[in-house]
């Protein structure tokens, strides 16, 4: 089944419901005399708790954000940009910031590159063991940060390596890899190979045609890889934690002023931006990697 | 299947080929799983640098002690027999594994009607709630964990607020730092994690079998539990798994809102590394965490698919 949640496809998708024999949602069923409640009402009703659920309790940080007051408290004193002043007035937090993007532009890069190689080979030849290496990739995922942080600190230290960006850029790399190749292969898995295969028999050689045509085909898939890769490294606590030199990259930086309750409202503004700026990467991104994919190919992730 | 680099030297005729670089080419071509592992090597390789490497270290360096500012480099068990001698790490373990494990079964609980929903009543807009589940799951931990202090603090948005609607007179104190308020604020940090792989296990049941239940005469539950819920089990057990193991060894969440008593063992191994400043120690509880979880994972695996073979 492909494609049944692309918006222009509804008479495709009207045809799938209908062979299944699935009728269109109804919350609410009309009946003569107004609506009542059907079977399905509180499904959704859950559904719109759990969703206040995940989102609410995020939301009071920009809330406080425009809070004109030192304390994190009800009631609410009156609307103020303070914070966000003393925010683009501090100048470790701007330098911090810097770190963070150059780091979460090298890691989107440099993991989308390895995810693509991976990718590529996973999707496109016969190997044996494929499956043992996908889950050997996908490792990095359930194995807790904290241990792949001091297992880094460990060998860095004793390779002599100095603790600098370049240590949590590799490290946001480990863990960038596997996501970079899900969302790859679904990509790669998603678009018709006979394409690669005419440009081949037409002449064209590998490298050519992964440029014309593979490339082309595969660039939502890339685009939304290299702006989750690099929201990942953009908000990645830990290792970055454990790996940080003299230069802290952003969340560091946010949990070095933690401990100031002074400094808590300019905490709750950069973490408000942090939020919306993420929220909204991450929205490109996952309606790119979903759309013309359909919901339930590729992988859990 | 694809032509290679190697085919169009040999179809063009490359003049300076050696006979090595041509049995190479031939090699190539004449498997495929050369050319994918070829193509596969770097990532590999960057893998394996990057966490086997690294990972070995560790377990290397728990055998070793700390000597003051020195490490001394003679194999000992020392470390070893220091945690099993000190009752605190392994009731700290312990702790640790029974508030993930409360964490991962409410996330699932918590996950599961969600999934269930988006899976087989969502039929239009299922785009949209796909992404609306995905994306706080993509978005700073940091700051997820961080909103938890903000609403459950002393003065914080609970206290605060229901001291202004006059429900309280003075601020609860039992909201944070416990080990409640950590099992809160993880189950509510991982939920994007246990969500999707029970999404996609139940998306790929085929409808039939569901259609072929109620004509059956299966009633809703019985169709339920003979028939959705076994099907789904593999991504139920894939969500506990990628809920379960993060959330032993984390270390922002008991920081941030576990206090004195919501300590887990995260805690304890950054001190090693940090305050306390005694890394071998540190490696020591690092791997013992590890063997602790792949024995928890082992033992879990075994019984649901020993428990799924009997009931099918």
Known sequence: MTDTTAPGNLTAQKAAQDARGEEAPQYFASKHEGYHWTAEAPMFLYAVWYLAFLYIPVLFLPLFSFNDSIYVAFPLKGFSLEWYGDMVNTQQLLESLANSLKVGGAVAVLSTVLGLFAAKSMTRYVMPGKGALTAFIMLPLVVPGIILGISLLVITNMVGMPLSLYTIGLAHTLVSVPFAMLVLISRLEGFDRNLEEASLDLGEGPLRTFFRVTLPLAWPGILASLLLTFTISFDEFILAFFLAGNEATLPVYIWSQLRFPSRLPMVLALGATILIFSFFIVTVAEVLRRRGVGPQSGSAI | ?312
């Open chain 2, 1 to 312: 299947m694809a032509v290679t680099d190697s085919a169009r030297t040999v179809a063009y005729g490359d003049t300076r080929k050696s006979s090595l670089i041509f049995r190479v080419n031939t090699l190539f071509l004449r498997h495929e799983w050369i050319r994918g592992y070829t193509l596969l090597s770097p990532t590999l390789l960057v893998m394996v640098m990057l966490m086997c490497l690294p990972v070995f270290m560790l377990v290397t360096y728990s055998f070793w002690t700390q000597n003051y500012l020195d490490i001394d480099r003679t194999f000992t068990l020392a470390n070893y027999e220091a945690f099993f001698q000190k009752p605190i790490y392994v009731a700290l373990i312990m702790k640790s594994v029974r508030m993930s494990l409360f964490c991962t079964f409410a996330t699932i609980i918590l996950a599961y009607p969600m999934a269930y929903f988006i899976a087989f009543k969502v039929k239009s807009n299922k785009l949209v709630w796909l992404i609306l589940i995905t994306v706080p799951f993509w978005t700073s931990y940091l700051l997820r964990v961080f909103a938890w202090k903000v609403i459950l603090g002393y003065n914080g948005v609970v206290n605060s607020g229901l001291i202004s609607v006059g429900l309280i007179g003075e601020p609860l104190q039992f909201l944070l730092y416990n080990p409640t308020a950590v099992v809160l604020t993880l189950a509510h940090a991982w939920a994007a994690f246990a969500i999707l792989p029970i999404y996609v296990s139940l998306e790929k049941i085929d409808r039939s079998y569901l259609e072929a239940a109620t004509d059956l005469g299966d009633t809703p539950s019985e169709r339920f539990w003979r028939v959705t819920w076994p099907l789904s089990l593999p991504g139920v057990i894939a969500a506990g798994l990628l809920v379960f193991i993060p959330t032993v060894a984390d270390y922002v969440t008991p920081r941030l809102v576990g206090g004195t008593t919501g300590i887990m063992i995260g805690n304890i191994i950054q001190s090693q590394f940090g305050k306390a400043n005694n890394w071998p120690l540190g490696a020591a509880l690092s791997v013992i965490v590890m063997l602790m979880i792949a024995f928890l994972v082992v033992v879990f695996i075994v019984t649901t698919t020993r428990g799924r073979a009997r009931s099918a």
